[in-house]
């Protein structure tokens, strides 16, 4: 009888003293819900990687060509060098003609170089006169913007929009690369183009009804500012129009909100330089 109670009270004392069944069933159900919880964490990382269903990025690409000559001098400018000019005459000093040798080589040079006449290239070209927006021959001293005429993103092809070339971000690397792919098949080659940076210079969001599910689509356009270089080719457009405009002629061509956008936007202050 003794050893009976004695064997049934180390047997209850072991039973009671091992934690591991239910250590083991606790880390078990703490291990599957923070499973769980990664689980969900890595979903909403990659939802948040994707973007939300009812937003679209584009890339634009503003093509610029440079200015070909330097701009005329602000008015400010040339009165101060007319002033300086009449300032200078004043006290500028006179030498007799005895002492100038009219038969010396330098004053030959001279005398010769005074008669030749210099006419400079007219700064209006025939493209001005006629006022031909498709020529890159005009407006010499100005930047002139490409623009075309299309169907953008988001909008109805019930009526033609001028705007700049754009394309839908999908899977590049970057936004600067989906910007690259937007003028390098269709307009120019990749040598004669050149991006000012990798980051867009501006953003332009506005939302619009989707045309098949009528839900409201927000679209942010991502504008890149760029140069050319080279020449111009127009293969494989996809546009029914085109136009080489300067800043303010631009502002014709676009609705009223991206107009007071791209007034501030674009930098086109050379002539207040010089």
């Known amino acids: 009888m ?8 180390v047997t209850t004392k072991l039973k009671s003293a091992s934690p591991w069944p239910s250590l083991l069933g606790q880390s078990g159900r703490g291990f599957a ?25 584009i890339a634009c690409v503003a093509l610029e060509r440079l200015p070909l000559i330097v701009p005329p001098p602000a008015p400010e400018v040339v009165a101060f060098r007319n002033f300086s ?31 030749l006449v210099f006419e400079p290239a007219p700064r209006i070209t025939e493209a001005d006169k ?3 927006r498709k020529s890159l021959q005009r407006a010499l001293d100005r930047r002139l913007f490409l623009i075309v005429q299309g169907y953008p993103l988001g909008y109805s092809k019930e009526k033609l929009i001028w705007h700049f070339p754009e394309r839908l ?11 690259e792919s937007v003028l390098i098949p269709t307009a120019a080659k990749e040598e004669d183009v050149y991006y000012v940076g990798n980051a867009p210079c501006g953003h332009f969001i506005e939302t619009l009804s989707d045309l098949k599910t ?36 631009l502002l014709e061509y676009f609705e009223v909100d991206l107009s007071a956008y791209m007034k501030q936007m674009l ?8």
């Open 2 to 9: 003794l050893q009976k109670a004695v064997g049934s009270l």
């Open 33 to 57: 819900k923070a499973k769980g919880k990664g689980q969900e964490a890595q979903q909403q990382s990659t939802e948040e990687l994707s973007g939300p269903p009812g937003e679209k990025v």
């Open 85 to 115: 000019a009449e300032w200078n005459d004043q006290y500028r000093r006179h030498y007799p003609e005895v002492f100038i040798d009219a038969l010396s080589s330098s004053n030959q040079r001279e005398k010769d170089a005074a008669e």
């Open 130 to 132: 006629v006022n031909d």
């Open 169 to 179: 971000y999908k899977n590049e690397e970057t936004l600067r690369l989906c910007a």
């Open 214 to 249: 009528k839900t409201p689509v927000t679209y942010k356009r991502f504008f890149f500012r760029s140069q050319l270089l080279g020449n111009v080719r127009y293969k494989a457009w996809n546009y029914k129009d085109y136009a080489w405009v300067t800043k303010e002629e």
């Open 267 to 274: 930098v086109d202050d050379l002539r207040f330089i010089y």
